[in-house]
């Protein structure tokens, strides 16, 4: 019983290259949430997402960046022309349901270690 | 300043010993979670607590909603608990969380 899955755990990007952050939720669950973890600081909330919709984008930069979560396949954080400041720990978790989250059910995956060169 | 303060940053202590972390808030919340972080590792859930207490093995967390403050104890301390332990509040969504910046613990065989 696998748990969240994000791949790549390590990349590297120069800058204005895109980068692709996977996350694959734990079976049974439908519920995706982002958060990115900037160096020195604390974790911050970017977007949680549904099969194939957008709930809350609300903590996600107005530029560069977007979420999906198809009917098939992992949830994909997209990044377009990286530059250095998204250097960070990007973390996906997931939940059967937003009631659940953190409270019966709490599953993080590894991070994806994003580094722009 | 951050709505949610950890202390201390850093902790290093002796195998054995007591160990308190604390964690402020100054806005209202539904939940205070306490995390824990392992280097270059994922990260798990150690509590949520909305009042009072919880106890887990060797760790407890206790909140006083009134002072807006929480503390994880962790009791015979292990090599094996050094990690980061992350203080996060929910405010009205669960998901939302405002996260302490961590509190980085070494325990020294």
């Known amino acids: 019983n696998a748990g969240v899955m994000q791949n790549p755990r390590h990349l590297v990007r120069r800058r204005g290259q895109e980068a692709r952050l996977r996350c694959s939720p734990m079976?049974?669950?439908?519920?995706v949430y982002w958060y990115r973890q900037l160096p020195e600081e604390g974790l911050k909330f970017m977007v949680y997402?549904?099969?194939?919709?957008?709930?809350?984008e609300s903590g996600m930069p107005k530029e560069r960046f977007s979420a999906e979560f198809p009917k098939e396949g992992p949830s994909i954080l997209r990044i377009q022309q990286v530059v250095r400041g998204d250097s960070a720990a990007y973390f996906c978790?997931?939940?059967?349901?937003?009631?659940?989250?953190?409270?019966?059910?709490?599953?993080f995956g590894q991070g994806t270690r994003l580094t722009v060169v | 300043k951050n709505e949610v303060e950890q202390s201390p940053q850093n902790l290093t202590a002796q195998e054995g010993e007591f160990i308190t972390i604390n964690c402020s808030y100054s806005?209202?919340?539904?939940?205070l979670h306490w995390l824990q972080q392992h280097p270059g590792g994922g990260i798990v859930s150690l509590f949520m607590?909305?009042?009072g207490k919880k106890k887990h093995g060797r760790l407890i967390a206790t909140i006083n909603i009134q002072e807006k403050h929480s503390s994880l104890h962790i009791t015979a301390s292990h090599p094996r608990d050094s990690a980061v332990y992350i203080c996060?509040?929910?405010?009205?969504?669960?998901?939302?969380?405002?996260f302490g910046k961590g509190t980085l613990l070494t325990v020294n065989p």
């Open positions: 978790a997931s939940s059967s349901g937003t009631g659940r989250f953190l409270s019966t059910e709490a599953f």
């Open positions: 079976k049974g669950h439908s519920h």
């Open positions: 997402l549904q099969k194939e919709n957008i709930i809350d």
């Open positions: 806005v209202g919340i539904s939940a």
């Open positions: 607590l909305s009042s």
């Open positions: 996060a509040v929910a405010g009205g969504s669960n998901y939302k969380l405002t």
